[in-house]
């Protein structure tokens, strides 16, 4: 049993226009706070280009987003979320070796293995049942 049919036993979800929009619309409000706290935290060395690059970035975010629904209507969502999944392990792997070695000195070679290490693990992690049913066949 994976774990999208076992929260599906667990809960019954209820497929509405209005929960979907109320789910979208949360994690939009959760993104826009992160987006106001990263801005406010370097708000003293922000310049007016700063701004600029600022709203140019949400107007074009918007943009993007719109054509993206527009034109991916009849689009397959698992494939989305495996591509997102496989975009996410890269930069989690940046961000988890940058974490580590920014309290540990260590050279470039093992910062390099450890990266690589994080890819691959989490990579198995994300298509393990993928890999295992085609040993299985």
């Known amino acids: 049993m994976n774990i999208s049919d076992?929260?599906?036993?667990?809960?019954k979800i209820k497929d509405s226009s209005i929960s979907l929009f109320l789910?979208?619309?949360v994690f939009v409000i959760r993104e826009g706070l992160e987006l106001v706290?990263?801005?406010?935290?370097?708000a003293h060395t922000i310049d007016f280009a700063g701004?600029?690059?600022?709203l140019?970035?949400?107007?074009?975010a918007i943009l993007i987003a719109y054509l993206f629904i527009k034109t991916t209507i009849n689009l397959n969502i698992k494939v989305i979320f495996t591509l997102l999944g496989i975009l996410l392990v890269f930069f989690g792997g940046k961000v988890f070796t940058e974490g580590i070695f920014s309290f540990i000195d260590a050279t470039p070679l093992v910062e390099q293995i450890v990266y690589y290490g994080f890819i691959?693990?989490?990579?198995?992690i994300l298509f393990k049942n993928n890999i295992l049913s085609f040993f299985k066949k």
Do not use: D, R
């Not at 076992?6 to 809960?11: D, R």
């Not at 691959?120 to 198995?124: D, Q």
């Open 51 to 54: 701004i600029i690059s600022i």
């Open 6 to 11: 076992k929260l599906k036993s667990e809960v």
């Open 37 to 42: 706290l990263f801005v406010l935290s370097n």
């Open 23 to 25: 789910m979208a619309s």
């Open 56 to 60: 140019l970035g949400i107007f074009a």
């Open 120 to 124: 691959v693990i989490s990579l198995f």
